[in-house]
């Protein structure tokens, strides 16, 4: 049994899986985070405020050390902001421990990073239904058919028997998200997916998020790639840890 499942009869605010429809899937409120260096405190987001609704394609920019890879931490659960509330497909981020947010995150939000973050020892396949083993949310034959339909969806089914070292790196990418929706996840949120891609890949990559998001996911991406930002729906930029426009 899932982990949601296994939650369903609890209230909104301690079912993290548990969304209604008619408010924003993601939603931060007066979110902050801190960090202590060698060179004493560091304010990464300086109260932000920010909602993404179910179905749309959010770029946000800006340039290097704004808070952008910070602000999609918070949103995906990999980190704990210091202040503020986050919501995200009903769960209250900032109630759950790591272990929690973990086991949400297994279920909720695919994560998709520029380094691809394979796994060099397992095939292509078992880089992609290793979500659905730790989730436990399919039977064993249904993880594997599950994984050839998403690589066959994405372009590379052929490729399923091969390491990750035998396929191009836009190739690695797909893969990365085809991992990242084993488990159907309502949400994507991609860092730099294509900052190592060149132009003919990215343009790929993108219409793969562009699909995904006429199939009714939502997707954030951080990004530099200016031709990437002007194709998503709606563009935040961050600098200093703040939302300068949108």
């Known amino acids: 049994m899932n982990w949601l499942k296994r939650r369903r009869s609890r209230s909104e605010t301690s079912n993290p899986g548990n969304h209604s429809s008619g408010e924003p899937l993601i939603h931060l409120r007066q979110v902050v985070k801190k960090y202590e260096s060698l060179a004493g405190e560091v304010v990464a987001l300086k109260g932000i405020d920010f909602q993404v609704n179910q179905g749309e394609f959010v770029a946000v920019t800006g340039k290097s050390g704004a808070g952008k890879t910070t602000l999609v931490n918070m949103m995906t659960g990999i980190d704990r902001s210091t202040s503020g509330e986050i919501q995200v497909a009903g769960a209250l981020l900032h109630t759950l421990d ?39 949310k399919y039977s064993l034959p249904q993880r ?20 990750p070292s035998a396929v191009s790196g836009g190739q690695q990418q797909r893969i990365s998200i085809a991992r990242a929706m084993a488990n159907d996840p309502p949400i994507l949120v991609a860092d730099e997916p294509t900052g190592s891609l060149d132009s003919v890949t990215t343009d ?15 997707v954030v991406v951080v990004t530099h790639d200016r031709d990437l930002a002007r194709r998503a729906t709606r563009t935040i930029t961050l600098a200093d840890g703040e939302i300068v426009s949108e």
């Not at 947010?101 to 992609?128: D, H, K, M, Y």
């Not at 089914?157 to 390491?163: G, P, V």
Request: proline share 3%.
């Open 98 to 136: 790591m272990e929690r947010a973990a086991e949400w995150r297994g279920c909720t939000v695919g994560v998709i990073f520029q380094s691809f973050q394979l796994l060099p020892t397992l095939t292509v396949l078992q880089n992609v239904t290793l979500p659905m083993d730790f989730a436990r």
């Open 144 to 163: 594997s058919e599950r994984g050839m339909a998403l690589l066959a969806q994405l372009g590379i089914a052929e490729h399923a028997h091969k390491l």
């Open 204 to 218: 790929a990559v993108v219409r793969v998020f562009e699909d995904l998001v006429h199939q009714g996911k939502t």
